[in-house]
């Protein structure tokens, strides 16, 4: 008997329009000499979908396409990768066109309620999403575990790791690892859009992340959280903080959240039963 073979999901068309990351200009520093840097370059990028126009992203332009891909895709306007049939990016307008394959069911009305957030470069996420969390699930902490080494060695990575950030500064990095591979990176200047270009990015080559660390130099909040377990990752690391509401959501999820990690140093706020801690050497005999 022959088995049917299940036809690959088609991927959109996308466009490949990264742009320049920074400008150079020139300053006057604290000693009056006159000197040139480098500063990021932001822009807009106003999203159309089927031609109705949804919102106007702040973005560096590294990966546009994977930007708004993960961006329909975290905001479930989008279920799948495969609803999108195209993303074509035209700079010479700042403009994302979109198509997909079927329309987006009553886009106004999904798109109406918004709830205000903390994020830079994006600064809304809509209402209904937080609805959603009861459906989200994440492997237990048998199959997903994070040794000491591992995290070590991640953030020594991140920390040497040439980056817009190091040259110009006013940016975040996002990165998924997969232990102490990197996987892919990116920068924006809002963490937001750099998560959501992660998941473009997993979309388009069926990333799963439940053997996944997601590291980020943005403040772990709540929307962070939440973006990260969308994407099924149940390790979150970010050389920032973390608020109480981000605490508590990756809590109820299960999460495993590590804090003001650099060096060696780190702060394990949830999750601790994903961790795998280095034993601590005891002291010779004399």
């Given amino acids: 008997m022959t088995v049917a073979q299940t036809p690959a999901r088609p991927k959109p068309r996308l466009t490949a329009q990264c742009c320049p990351l920074t400008r150079e200009i020139e300053v006057v520093d604290a000693a009056g000499e006159r000197r040139t840097i480098h500063i990021p370059d932001e822009r807009p990028l106003t999203l ?132 102490t591979e990197m996987l892919y990176f990116v920068e924006d200047v809002g963490r937001h859009n750099a998560v959501d270009t992660i998941a473009g990015w997993m979309a388009m080559h069926d990333i799963d992340g439940s053997d996944t660390l997601l590291y980020t130099t943005g403040r772990l909040t709540s929307e962070i959280v939440m973006k990260a377990a969308r994407i099924g990752v149940p390790i979150l690391a970010s050389r920032n903080g973390i608020t109480a509401m981000g605490h508590d959501l990756a809590q109820r999820l299960g999460m495993t959240l590590f804090g003001r990690a650099s060096r060696g140093r780190f702060i394990c706020y949830t999750g601790a039963q994903r961790f795998d801690a280095a034993a601590v050497p005891q002291d010779a005999e004399v």
């Fill in 48 to 179: 159309f979908v089927d031609k109705r126009e949804l919102v106007t992203l702040m973005t560096l332009g590294q990966c546009p396409e994977l930007l708004v891909l993960g961006y329909l895709l975290n905001q479930r306007l989008v279920r799948d990768a495969a609803e999108v049939e195209s993303i074509t990016v035209d700079w010479s307008v700042d403009a994302a066109a979109v198509r997909t394959h079927a329309g987006i069911h009553d886009l106004e009305a999904r798109t109406a309620r918004r709830v205000v957030t903390t994020g830079c470069g994006q600064g809304t996420v809509f209402g209904d999403l937080i609805a959603e969390l009861p459906s989200l699930t994440l492997p237990d902490a048998n199959s997903a575990r994070i040794h000491q080494d591992t995290l070590n060695t991640v953030l020594e990575s991140m920390r040497q790791r040439p980056s817009v950030h190091r040259l110009a500064g006013s940016v975040h990095g996002t990165a998924l690892w997969r232990g």
